[in-house]
């Protein structure tokens, strides 16, 4: 009888902690699931701004990617019973256990092409990289400032590899153009959608001299051949859906509405205007093609679009270095040149410290010094995520990777 109620008692004790070691691993799941989550996050933004302070050291960047994360887990749990029954004296019960618990995380990295990186680094943002940021709750003037060199005829600051940053005259209007479309857009009086356009991407061609292979071959490229004016001529046209600038009727009696049409050289009969690059601005192309002057020299023209040259990735990031305050051994030592007081002062201000900072948003350690965002810089915070997404949009993981190294995760 006695040997009946001890293997009862193990019995339940087994029931009640096996479920339990379940639970318990799936809870240790969970948690390791959003460590690994932060420390792959924390890894890639401090590659970021450790990419930005070589630059401020005129070094090249060099940019790793993850392709791939993997982890083991394993559990294992014991569980023992005794008793003593002595004759004459109460029975005596004992149970013991124990769990075990154990993982190994690692994560893979790759060696990007250096071709397809640099082609995605060096080549211009696409009018459409810059304005889906717009449109995903970015501020429009932070991003045109950020990613635009030119706007119609407005220049914004300027990079130059060895010579800095440098204000072109006028820059102070494209701030202000910046400025105006952020305030009216706000009071409702223009806005900022997607839409249709179209743009001519060569001469016409005579019915009689159309090859019909034209037509499927440019429907990839999102070209059509159209007739319009004359049905005996076909137009190669281009469709695509850049955002428009729109002004509300209410905006005709708004003074800086009207200001900034004339800081843009808009045409006054429109209220709609695309914004696209140079090569998709169908006005540009055949001003090109025909050896006419650009629009952008050509005061007597008004424009019918908003046309933006854009910086590339790399000059994004250069300009950004140029924030990066630098230590003064190093400065004194000709590892780094000092600059004059730059423009736009409240755009990023990455710090420097002898030790490592407490009150770090990001850091990151380089050449025996930390360099970081401090937590209460809510603007540098803005700017800085800012540079993350567009390198996210535009550069992204390059396909086809090489695996070069698996560590595993503390």
């Known amino acids: 009888m006695k040997r009946f109620i ?6 339940v004790s087994t029931i009640v902690v096996l479920p339990g070691c379940a639970r318990f691993q799936t809870r240790q799941i969970e948690h390791r699931h959003w460590e690994l989550n932060e420390s792959i996050r924390e890894t890639h933004t401090e590659q970021l701004l450790l990419n930005i302070v070589r630059l401020r050291y005129d070094e090249t960047p060099f940019f790793l990617q993850v392709s791939s994360i993997s982890t083991t887990f394993s559990s294992s749990g014991t569980l023992g019973a005794s008793g003593q029954f002595p004759d004459g004296g109460p029975n005596v019960l004992g149970l013991n256990g124990s769990l075990t618990y154990s993982e190994t995380p690692t994560v893979t990295w790759s060696l990007p092409d250096s071709r397809e990186q640099l082609g995605r680094l060096m080549s211009p943002m696409g009018a459409d990289q810059l304005t889906v940021l717009a449109q995903s709750g970015w501020d429009a003037e932070r991003v045109l400032r950020v990613g635009v060199k030119k706007l119609n005829r ?5 990079y130059l590899v060895g010579e800095g940053i440098f204000e072109p005259a006028g820059y102070d209007q494209f701030r202000e ?45 999102g070209i059509q051949f159209m007739t319009r004016a004359d049905p005996n001529m076909f137009e190669p046209i281009k469709l695509f859906k850049p955002m428009f ?14 200001r900034l049409r004339e800081l843009l050289n808009l045409d006054g009969t429109k209220y709609s205007f695309g914004i696209v690059d140079t090569a998709s601005s169908g006005t540009e192309l055949l001003r ?30 250069y300009f950004a270095s140029r924030y990066v305050e630098v230590p003064e051994a190093d400065l004194t030592q000709g590892r780094a040149i000092a600059d004059a007081k730059l423009p736009d002062g409240d755009w990023l201000d990455i710090r420097t410290a002898a030790s490592e900072p407490s009150d770090a948003w990001l850091k990151v350690k380089y050449r025996g010094s930390w360099f970081y965002i401090a937590a209460d810089d809510v603007i540098s915070r803005a700017t800085f995520t800012l540079l993350d997404a567009i390198f996210a949009s535009v550069v992204g993981n390059v396909p086809g990777a090489k695996p070069l190294l698996t560590l595993p995760v503390k």
């Open 154 to 158: 407005l220049r914004n600051l300027d």
């Open 6 to 11: 001890l293997t009862g008692v193990a019995l």
């Open 177 to 221: 153009a910046l400025q105006l479309v952020k305030q009216l857009n706000r009071d409702g009086l223009v806005d900022l959608a997607y839409g249709g356009k179209s743009s001519m991407v060569g001469g016409k061609i005579p019915m009689d001299k159309m090859d019909p292979r034209a037509i499927p071959e440019g429907l990839p490229q």
């Open 245 to 258: 600038l729109r002004f509300s009727k209410e905006s005709d009696g708004d003074p800086r509405a009207q």
């Open 288 to 317: 090109s093609e025909s050896g006419k002057i650009t629009q952008a020299f050509d005061p007597a023209t008004d424009y019918a679009e908003i046309v933006v040259n854009n910086r590339s990735v790399m000059e994004v990031l």
